[in-house]
C-alpha cells in the first residue's frame, strides 16, 4: 500500500514538473504575435534601462532565495554551490550588459532562464545524473528554435540565429542557478544508460532542426512555395532562415557582402548592366516592400543588390543634410556612408549605374567628398545577413559529422547491453 502511494505521488510530481514545462513554453508561443505591438508600447514609454530592472529583479530575489536555502542546508558543500550561483549572476550581467538589442529581449531571457529551471524540474524526475543539464539546455534551445520558427511564419517577423543563440544562454543561466541551489548527492553519478538515450534523442532534433535551417535558403522556400498550396505566403519572404554570400573586402573603399563573388557581379553588370539599370531610370526609387512585391529576390540577385546599394547611396545623401547644424558627427556618417555606397556601384555596377541615369556627376562626388571621413573602416549594412563564414555545404557537413558524433554516442553508452545466452 505505502509502495503504491508513493509511486501515485511520483506519477503525480511528473505530470505537474511537464504541465510546468507546457505552461511556461505555451506562454512564449501565444506571445509571439504580441511581441511587436508590446516591444513599441515599451519603448515609447520605457528607458532601457529601467526595463531592464525587471530581469535583475528577478535575479536579485531569486540570489537572495538561494543564499536562505544554503545558509539552512546542513553539512552542504558550500563553496561549489556558491560557485555555480556566482556563475550564473555573472552570466546575467554579461548577457544583459553585451547581449541584448532590444527592451523586449530582456524579457525573453526571463522567460528562458525560468524556462531552463523547468526543464531541469521535468527531467530530473527521470535522471539523476549529471546528464540531466545538458539534457535540459537541449530542451530550451529546441524551445527557443521553435520560437523563432513560428516567427519565421509570420508576417512582420524576423528569423535569427542570434536570437536562439541568446535564449540558449538564458536557459544555462537558469540551469547555473538550479545547480546552486541542488543539495549535494541528489544529482549523482553513475550516469545511467536511459539518459545518455534521452540526451541523445534531443541532441537528434535539435541538429535535425538546425539542418533544416541552415538548408531552407530562399531559393528552395521560394521553390516549396511555388508548387506547394497553402505555402505562397513564404514566397519572396522579407524574413530568411540562411541566405549565403560572399563577403568582400576593396581596399579602396571597404567592406561588403553579396550574394554573388566579384567575377560573377562582373560577369552580370557587363552582359545585363543596361537592361538593369534602364529598369530604374524613371522616377522615383520603389521602398523596399513594393520592390519585394513586384521582384522575387531568389530569382534575380544582381538587380536587387543593384537597387539595394542604390537606395542606402541617395537615403543617406538625402537625410544627411538635417544633421548638418545640430549633429555634425551624424552628419559626417551619412556622407560617408552615401559616398562609400557610391563607390560601390561606380566599380561594381557602373553599366547598371550609367544606365540608370542616377551616377554622380564629379560635382556631386566632390560636395560629398568633403565631408567624409576616408580614414574610417567601411562596412556596408547591405545584405549583412548573408552567411559567409562557410558556404551552406560545410555548414550541413559539420551538422552530419555531429550527428554520426550523437550516433557513435548512443551506441557505445546509450544501448543496454545484451544478455549473455546461456549455452
Known amino acids: 500500500m505505502a509502495g503504491e502511494l508513493e509511486n501515485d505521488g511520483r506519477q503525480r510530481g511528473q505530470t505537474s514538473a511537464w504541465l510546468a514545462v507546457a505552461a511556461g513554453v505555451l506562454l512564449i508561443f501565444v506571445t509571439i504575435p504580441l511581441a511587436r505591438s508590446v516591444q513599441g508600447f515599451l519603448d515609447r514609454r520605457v528607458r532601457l534601462d529601467v526595463y531592464l530592472g525587471i530581469p535583475v529583479g528577478f535575479g536579485l530575489v531569486a540570489l537572495a532565495f538561494a543564499l536562505r536555502r ?38 525573453h531571457f526571463v522567460e528562458y532562464a525560468a524556462l531552463g529551471v523547468l526543464f531541469f524540474r521535468a527531467w530530473r524526475r527521470h535522471a539523476h545524473d549529471p546528464l540531466v543539464y545538458p539534457l535540459a539546455l537541449a530542451s530550451v534551445t529546441l524551445v527557443a528554435w521553435t520560437d523563432e520558427f513560428l516567427q519565421w511564419l509570420m508576417p512582420g517577423r524576423f528569423w535569427d540565429f542570434r536570437d536562439v543563440r541568446l535564449n540558449g544562454l538564458a536557459g544555462a543561466v537558469g540551469l547555473l542557478f538550479v545547480a546552486g541551489m541542488v543539495s549535494p548527492g541528489a544529482i549523482r553519478m553513475p550516469i545511467a544508460r536511459s539518459s ?83 529598369a530604374f531610370a524613371a522616377g522615383p526609387l520603389p521602398d ?74 564629379a560635382a ?37 559529422a555531429l550527428l554520426v558524433g550523437v ?17
Not at 553539512?75 to 538589442?101: K, S
Not at 567628398?369 to 562596412?379: H, I, K, L, Q, T
Not at 550516433?407 to 549455452?423: C, K, L, M, Q
Open 70 to 107: 544554503l545558509a539552512r542546508a546542513s553539512g552542504a558543500r558550500i563553496g561549489p554551490r556558491l560557485g555555480w550561483l556566482a556563475g550564473a549572476a555573472a552570466g546575467t550581467v554579461w548577457v544583459l550588459r553585451g547581449q541584448l538589442q532590444s527592451s523586449v529581449e530582456s524579457i
Open 196 to 278: 545518455v538515450r534521452r540526451l541523445c534523442a534531443a541532441v537528434w532534433a535539435l541538429l535535425l532542426a538546425l539542418g533544416f535551417a541552415v538548408s531552407a535558403t530562399p531559393a528552395r522556400v521560394d521553390a516549396v512555395a511555388a508548387r506547394v498550396p497553402g505555402l505562397a505566403f513564404l514566397r519572396n519572404n522579407e524574413s530568411r532562415l540562411a541566405e549565403y554570400g560572399h563577403r568582400h573586402a576593396d581596399p579602396d573603399i571597404g567592406t561588403f557582402r553579396s550574394r554573388l563573388d566579384l567575377a560573377e557581379l562582373r560577369r552580370q553588370d557587363r552582359s545585363r548592366g543596361a537592361e538593369v539599370g534602364a
Open 288 to 361: 523596399l516592400r513594393a520592390y519585394r512585391r513586384d521582384h522575387v529576390i531568389s530569382a534575380d540577385p544582381f538587380r536587387f543588390e543593384f537597387y539595394r546599394h542604390l537606395l542606402q547611396r541617395d537615403h543617406y545623401a538625402a537625410a544627411a543634410g538635417q544633421y548638418r547644424p545640430a549633429d555634425p558627427e551624424r552628419f559626417r556618417h551619412h556622407c560617408t556612408v552615401a559616398a562609400r555606397e557610391n563607390q560601390i556601384l561606380e566599380k561594381y555596377f557602373p553599366q547598371a549605374l550609367a544606365a540608370s541615369g542616377r551616377a554622380w556627376d
Open 364 to 400: 556631386r562626388r566632390a560636395q560629398c567628398a568633403d565631408s567624409v571621413d576616408w580614414g574610417r573602416p567601411y562596412f556596408s549594412e547591405v545584405q549583412n545577413h548573408l552567411i559567409v563564414s562557410a558556404p551552406e555545404l560545410a555548414w550541413q557537413g559539420l551538422l552530419l
Open 407 to 423: 550516433g557513435w554516442s548512443y551506441v557505445r553508452w546509450g544501448r543496454e547491453p545484451r544478455a549473455a545466452v546461456p549455452d
